[in-house]
């Protein structure tokens, strides 16, 4: 049992990922909308965040230092500012509808409006970060995220036709009658979903706060070979709900409850409370992550003391970053702004900064200066490569794109 809680950083990494608010909505639209005709999308960028993974736990796990911090020394402080300012931004807009993500699901429970839940949630979020020790976290949110199973398993349960569904995962193209920009949209918004930039600074913080040494490369391996495939499983279980129950009728995804309403129509209300908490757990998870996230890129940066392992009298300015980071969050919900629609944003956002994120990512991964023996072999640096070229022209179509569709409308 001790051995498997070792993996739970990879599985709150990954549900923080895949799993987050933004993410809910766009599988549940796009399994309503295409089926399963995206997910070769979604393999790909399972594939390309498990290689950058694995390159930052390897940096972490021999030089004991994590990603950020090393990329700075290596491509000194101009280039790093220009990481940080685009990561930075990516993270706490993701932040900011992670927390609206929380309210909206417990609207839905409760009926009572999300903006009035915004206060008690960003204060809790705080005490977590505060009180709640690192590991303690990350099993408690990332075993509870897995509940989200219960999408995958509403899909064997509402007997779908399950040849419609394979020849919908073997398509990669648009179905007739749909525009090819629109899908091609969707296509960027659900790979820089799987990509998001704080996932490699998470988990590699991560790695610090738990002091990985060359011992544990095995470990950080492990973390990402089950934690990344399973945050893409849930996903996909998501977007095969949508179209199992959805895609038939024609209905479209708008709102969190129609996202929901596959589970309800296979367990009832059983399932669609299972959901709710499976939602909430991992809607949480992405709000403790990504706010953390802002407090390691700045502090990792300018050099602070930083560490959740650490009281706030000894890492002042980095424990100050996270509670003005939460407290500019609730300023921003507090207007009544659209959490899904800050997301779709900060996942557009996203598509255009991967680059500034993963090339360092892959330029120190192969310094022998950091890493020694352990620097990148030819499978790594193909899969990156390969990876980096997809990247790039993700961030050049992100913008016309979404101009050209009117953000998939």
Same mark, same amino acid.
């Given at each position: 049992?001790?051995?498997?809680?070792?993996?739970?950083?990879?599985?709150?990494?990954?549900?923080?990922?895949?799993?987050?608010?933004?993410?809910?909505?766009?599988?549940?639209?796009?399994?309503?909308?295409?089926?399963?005709?995206?997910?070769?999308?979604?393999?790909?960028?399972?594939?390309?965040?498990?290689?950058?993974?694995?390159?930052?736990?390897?940096?972490?796990?021999?030089?004991?230092?994590?990603?950020?911090?090393?990329?700075?020394?290596?491509?000194?402080?101009?280039?790093?500012?220009?990481?940080?300012?685009?990561?930075?931004?990516?993270?706490?807009?993701?932040?900011?509808?992670?927390?609206?993500?929380?309210?909206?699901?417990?609207?839905?429970?409760?009926?009572?409006?999300?903006?009035?839940?915004?206060?008690?949630?960003?204060?809790?979020?705080?005490?977590?970060?505060?009180?709640?020790?690192?590991?303690?976290?990350?099993?408690?949110?990332?075993?509870?995220?897995?509940?989200?199973?219960?999408?995958?398993?509403?899909?064997?349960?509402?007997?779908?036709?399950?040849?419609?569904?394979?020849? =919908?995962?073997?398509?990669?193209?648009?179905?007739?009658?749909?525009?090819?920009?629109?899908?091609?949209?969707?296509?960027?918004?659900?790979?820089?979903?799987?990509?998001?930039?704080?996932?490699?600074?998470?988990?590699?913080?991560?790695?610090?706060?738990?002091?990985?040494?060359?011992?544990?490369?095995?470990? =950080?391996?492990?973390?990402?070979?089950?934690?990344?495939?399973?945050?893409?499983?849930?996903?996909?279980?998501?977007?095969?709900?949508?179209?199992?129950?959805?895609?038939?009728?024609?209905?479209?995804?708008?709102?969190?409850? =129609?996202?929901?309403?596959?589970?309800?129509?296979?367990?009832?209300?059983?399932?669609?409370?299972?959901?709710?908490?499976?939602?909430?757990?991992?809607?949480?998870?992405?709000?403790?992550?990504?706010?953390?996230?802002?407090?390691?890129?700045?502090?990792?940066?300018?050099?602070?003391?930083?560490?959740?392992?650490?009281?706030?009298?000894?890492?002042?300015?980095?424990?100050?970053?996270?509670?003005?980071?939460?407290?500019?969050?609730?300023?921003?919900?507090?207007?009544?702004?659209?959490?899904?629609?800050?997301?779709?944003? $900060?996942?557009?956002?996203?598509?255009?900064?991967? #680059?500034?994120?993963?090339? #360092?990512?892959?330029?120190?991964?192969?310094?022998?200066?950091?890493?020694?023996?352990?620097?990148?072999?030819?499978?790594?640096?193909?899969?990156?490569?390969?990876?980096?070229?997809?990247?790039?022209?993700?961030?050049?179509? $992100?913008?016309?794109?979404?101009?050209?569709?009117?953000?998939?409308?």
């Amino acid at each position: 049992m001790k051995k498997l809680l070792t993996l739970t950083l990879g599985v709150l990494t990954a549900i923080g990922g895949f799993v987050d608010i933004g993410d809910i909505v766009a599988n549940g639209l796009v399994g309503a909308r295409y089926g399963l005709g995206l997910v070769w999308v979604l393999v790909i960028g399972v594939i390309g965040i498990c290689a950058f993974a694995e390159m930052s736990g390897r940096v972490v796990a021999v030089s004991g230092r994590p990603v950020y911090d090393v990329i700075r020394e290596k491509l000194g402080p101009r280039a790093a500012m220009a990481n940080l300012v685009a990561s930075f931004l990516v993270t706490f807009l993701t932040m900011i509808a992670q927390i609206g993500g929380i309210a909206l699901v417990i609207e839905l429970a409760s009926g009572i409006p999300h903006v009035a839940w915004i206060v008690p949630i960003v204060v809790g979020l705080w005490l977590v970060l505060w009180r709640v020790k690192f590991e303690k976290m990350e099993q408690a949110f990332g075993l509870s995220g897995l509940v989200i199973l219960v999408f995958g398993l509403s899909v064997w349960w509402l007997s779908p036709d399950w040849g419609a569904l394979a020849d =919908q995962a073997v398509r990669f193209a648009a179905p007739q009658g749909e525009p090819l920009p629109t899908y091609f949209y969707y296509g960027i918004t659900l790979f820089a979903a799987a990509m998001t930039p704080y996932e490699v600074f998470f988990f590699s913080s991560g790695g610090v706060e738990e002091k990985w040494t060359s011992k544990d490369l095995r470990t =950080q391996r492990i973390n990402v070979l089950i934690g990344f495939p399973l945050g893409g499983l849930l996903s996909i279980g998501i977007a095969a709900a949508a179209a199992a129950a959805l895609l038939p009728t024609g209905m479209s995804v708008e709102s969190l409850g =129609q996202v929901v309403l596959p589970v309800a129509l296979a367990f009832g209300v059983a399932g669609a409370a299972a959901a709710l908490f499976g939602l909430f757990a991992a809607t949480v998870g992405a709000a403790l992550e990504t706010g953390l996230s802002c407090g390691y890129m700045l502090a990792q940066y300018f050099g602070w003391t930083w560490g959740k392992r650490l009281p706030p009298a000894k890492a002042a300015r980095f424990h100050s970053a996270l509670g003005l980071s939460l407290l500019a969050g609730l300023l921003v919900m507090q207007t009544g702004i659209d959490p899904i629609k800050v997301t779709e944003y $900060a996942l557009i956002f996203s598509a255009i900064a991967l #680059p500034l994120t993963y090339l #360092p990512v892959l330029i120190v991964a192969n310094d022998r200066e950091y890493l020694g023996d352990a620097v990148n072999g030819k499978l790594s640096n193909g899969i990156g490569l390969v990876i980096l070229v997809v990247i790039v022209v993700v961030a050049v179509a $992100a913008i016309p794109l979404m101009v050209m569709t009117g953000m998939g409308a």
